[in-house]
């Protein structure tokens, strides 16, 4: 019994990490932060994740809002909102002078990293 534990642990160790064996690949890790002021995270920069399996479900998800300055009329940033949550990249009007940007990654892990937009 004891050989049998021993062949075991040696196989694990000794195991390849080929093509084969790549767990990773199967999940998605992003950036998770409430309140990305575009320099840093207040509150703390958090790691989320999600299985990368479904093509619908791959991406991490960034998203920008804008205000409406009246005085200008035009919209200024306000904060990034960082998150594992699936998305379609667009924009839409929240209320009549909050705009919300939001922008998709599916390239690598931790691909949103809040300094990137559309443009």
Known sequence: MFQLLLLGILLVLFMDEGDRVQPSKYIRNC???EYFDG???HGGMKICWK???LLTNRSCSTEHFYFNERSTGRYLFRYTKLSCRSCEEGMYQIFHDLLKET???SEED???EGK???D
């Open 31 to 33: 950036n998770k932060c």
């Open 39 to 41: 320099y840093k995270c």
């Open 51 to 53: 299985f990368n399996v």
């Open 103 to 105: 922008y998709c990654c």
């Open 110 to 112: 931790f691909c949103n």
């Open 116 to 118: 990137t937009n559309i």
